[in-house]
């Protein structure tokens, strides 16, 4: 077979929750193999291995990234870990598709971006929502003029509480609102940039921690402005009393509200409301992590740019530091040395 068509060979660091719907499915469409996984629990492992279809169970995160069938990794593991494994893996010579945030601040993501670039090998942060058609006719609907001149970007991304004891409350492992979700609001007001005049910048944030939980945030509300003058806010919530995902652009002449483009796959809803009237359409269902997918492999294979690279993820973890600091609370922690394999 053409090396450049050949599947692409992928481990899994972790049995995570996520990865059925965010790699396991996304292979399985694309025909990319899933080579091996590894994480803390051998028999767990091995139960998500025969359910899903990876070919072998390997006995930890090292002997992952360090194994010769492995091309490319995929890290879905707690937000404290991503800085650490996507260096591991880059001094392995693997390239590496990150889920978000692509580390724990922007220090740590310099320095996995360097190391890339160093190497030779791709990193890609995992903003899938991107590579969606809700997302990309989102776009298109502001650059073709018909909602007249952009003058707001609205992202909400909110979610009812996690348990008390799930990852994304716990300080350590480098969660709160921001980094689960606000990640995404943030992505989504910078990813406008190309049609709001240049990169956003944070005007002011506010913000609360969660009781009982110091430095660990429950809501944040940013608001931004373009170099244009075209402003934009991006929120989110941890606590809210239902699910909402929501990217909207505001025009002179009318508005574009995507009803979930975080998981266009449940609802691939987009209503335009102009001057000329209302309609809704709706782009398509096929999993936007499977978009992804099929970037990634273009890039390994043939070398087309996802502009989700490295360097987007360090811009994103610096806006993200930037809201920290504006709502009185530290950006999380340095974690590369960090022994906890959560």
């Known amino acids: ?37 590894a994480a803390r629990d051998r028999d767990r492992t091995q139960d998500f291995a025969d359910r899903y279809g990876v070919e072998r169970v390997l006995g930890s995160y090292e002997d992952l990234v360090h194994d010769p069938e492995v091309e490319a990794i995929y890290n879905p593991l707690a937000n404290s870990l991503h800085a650490r494994w996507n260096l591991a893996a880059i001094a392995a010579g693997k390239h590496v598709l990150s889920e978000k945030p692509f580390a724990a601040n922007a220090a740590e993501a310099r320095e996995v971006r360097d190391a890339g670039k160093r190497a030779g090998v791709k990193v890609v942060d995992g903003f899938h929502y991107l590579y ?24 909400m991304v909110m979610i009812p509480p996690p348990p008390p004891e799930d990852p994304r ?44 939980l110091p430095g660990v945030d429950e809501w944040v509300d940013a608001e931004l402005v373009y170099p244009s003058g075209i402003t934009a806010t991006a929120r989110c919530d941890m606590n809210g009393p239902r699910a909402e995902m929501t990217y909207r652009a505001i025009g002179s002449k009318g508005q574009a509200t995507v009803a979930n483009f975080i998981l266009p796959h449940t609802d691939d809803s987009l209503e335009v409301k102009t001057t000329h ?32 690279d490295s360097d987007d993820a360090v811009q994103t973890m610096e806006l993200i530091d930037d809201c920290y600091k504006a709502i009185g609370l530290e950006p999380r922690a340095d974690t590369r040395n960090e022994t906890n394999d959560y």
């Open 169 to 212: 409350w716990s300080l350590p492992l480098a969660g709160g609102a921001l980094m689960d979700l606000g990640c995404y609001s943030l992505h989504a007001i910078r990813a406008m940039a190309p049609l709001a005049g240049g990169n956003p910048t944070l005007i002011t944030a506010r913000g609360a921690e969660r009781t009982g």
């Open 1 to 37: 077979m053409d090396p450049e068509e050949a599947p692409l060979r992928i481990g899994i660091l972790g049995a995570s929750r996520v990865s059925p719907t965010s790699i396991v499915e996304p292979a399985r469409l694309t025909g990319a193999r899933l080579v091996a996984v």
């Open 277 to 308: 009237g209302q309609r809704i359409e709706h782009p398509g269902t096929r999993s936007s992590y499977t978009y992804q997918l099929d970037a990634f492999a273009a890039l390994i294979r043939h070398g087309i740019p996802m502009p989700t």
């Open 132 to 155: 969606h058609p809700v997302t990309k006719r989102l776009h298109e609907l502001v650059a073709s003029g018909e909602l007249g001149e952009l003058q707001r970007v609205e992202t």
